[in-house]
Structure formats: C-alpha cells, structure tokens
Nanobody
Framework: VQLQASGGGLVQAGGSLNLSCAIY????????MGWYRQAPGKQRELVAN???????NYADSVKGRFTISRDNAKNTAYLQMNSLKPEDTAVYYC??????????WGKGTLVTVSS
C-alpha cells in the first residue's frame, strides 16, 4: 500500500494551498483518510480526517480555514487550506486507516507559510 501526497510548498500568510493524497495498492476499503502535521520541535498532531461515509473531524486550530474532502472512487482525499498562517508551517503527513485498524502513512510534504 502506498500513499502519494502532493501539493505542499511555500506560500505567504493569508494564501492558500491544496493537498491531495492518493492511495494505491490496497484491496480493502479505507475508512479514515486525512492529514497529520508535525512542526519542528513539536509532536505530530491531527489536522483533519474524513471517513468513507463523509464524517469529518478538524483540529480546532484549522476549523473555518481548512476543508477536507474525499473521492472514494479514486481513493483520494483533498485538503484545501485557506487563510494560511505561519503557525501552519509543518510537514504534513497523509494518513489512512482501513477497517481492520491498520494505519498507513505517506512520506510527508512540507508546507511553509511566510509572514
């Protein structure tokens, strides 16, 4: 199973980025898909995730600014990040969990927000 993430980069504060995460090589349906992030010197934290049925969970720090969506047919999730802040700077990791409770991780994509 491989998770391929794309869309990170450098943006000025107030700008937007869109991350995508595609899953390849799984025979089983994926329950949760989403992103975690890890800033330098900090623990990895949940940003947002979405279930197969569309139930969504956001970290309080991104509510109202980030939007997660999902295309089940393509096994792909998207994270639209608006009104980015310097504190959003981190490596963003795509994450997926199947119905057996097995987690899969992508390699991470760097998001840098300049002030």
């Amino acid at each position: 199973v491989q998770l391929q993430a794309s869309g990170g980069g450098l943006v000025q504060a107030g700008g937007s980025l869109n991350l995508s995460c595609a899953i390849y090589g799984t025979k089983f349906s994926i329950n949760h898909m989403g992103w975690y992030r890890q800033a330098p010197g900090k623990q990895r934290e949940l940003v947002a995730n979405i279930t197969y049925g569309g139930r969504i969970n956001y970290a309080d720090s991104v509510k109202g600014r980030f939007t997660i969506s999902r295309d089940n047919a393509k096994n792909t999730a998207y994270l639209q990040m608006n009104s980015l802040k310097p504190e959003d700077t981190a490596v963003y990791y795509c994450n997926a969990e199947n119905y057996y409770g097995i987690f899969f991780w992508g390699k991470g994509t760097l998001v840098t927000v300049s002030s």
